[in-house]
């Protein structure tokens, strides 16, 4: 009985796991409610997940406000800007697809669904790299949309993962929103740190947090 209740036994580690992913998709869950924070939010879950869930480093609810607090200020117009863009692309969707059907209509439908696939294959890398990198908003989507053709195969993999956690979300009523952002940033990590390491550069200063190259 005593070791089963040990802290680092393998049970009680992965309890402990589990409830942290609930705890940060609630966090998350509730900054995101304000629209304009989903932005920092999305980076602090995912720096959070990275840096406690599978480095054990910091706790989750420190860690994650400290992503959301130093990414704030570039997060919230990246997260605007993505937003928009979303709507516009379904709102234009829509229209061409209620719209009296002609060739160039249906050819505009294809057009903007194209672009929308492209925008969350974008989208995949946005929060990720800005947890690592500091970017200007410009280069930061051009290091993405590099990424998102450059590992197309992960990035089709981690936007499936991505729309079948909405669609989990959506089915439930929401309900699910209780550990399926935290599970959806830890799986997708597995790929996106692969890929992320290749482009930080090495540190050599004892001092510095190197959680992301071990």
């Known amino acids: 009985m005593g070791n089963l209740l040990n802290p680092n036994n393998p049970v009680m580690r992965f309890i402990g796991k589990a409830v942290d992913c609930i705890i940060l998709s609630m966090v998350f869950t509730l900054c995101c409610l304000p629209i304009v924070t989903i932005g920092p939010a999305l980076t602090g879950l995912y720096y959070a997940v990275v840096k406690n869930i599978r480095r054990d480093r910091s706790y989750a609810v420190a860690s994650f406000f400290k992503g959301f607090k130093d990414n704030l200020k570039q997060g919230i117009p990246v997260g605007l800007i993505f937003i928009l863009l979303t709507g516009i692309l379904c709102f234009n969707i829509y229209f061409t697809v209620n719209a009296a059907t002609t060739t160039w209509l249906r050819l505009l439908r294809y057009f903007y669904l194209a672009v929308l696939v492209i925008l969350w294959m974008v989208g995949i890398y946005l929060w990720p790299v800005l947890s690592r990198f500091s970017l200007k908003i410009k280069d930061l989507f051009r290091m993405c949309l590099f990424f998102a053709f450059r590992h197309f195969l992960t990035t089709i993999v981690c936007l499936i993962v991505v729309l079948g956690a909405a669609f ?3 089915t439930s009523s929401g309900l699910f929103m209780v550990f399926v952002p935290a599970i959806t940033a830890l799986i997708i990590s597995f790929s996106m ?8 550069p090495d540190t050599t200063d004892e001092d510095a947090d190197t959680w992301y190259l071990e």
């Open 168 to 170: 989990l979300i959506w």
């Open 193 to 200: 740190e692969k890929i992320l390491k290749r482009y930080t």
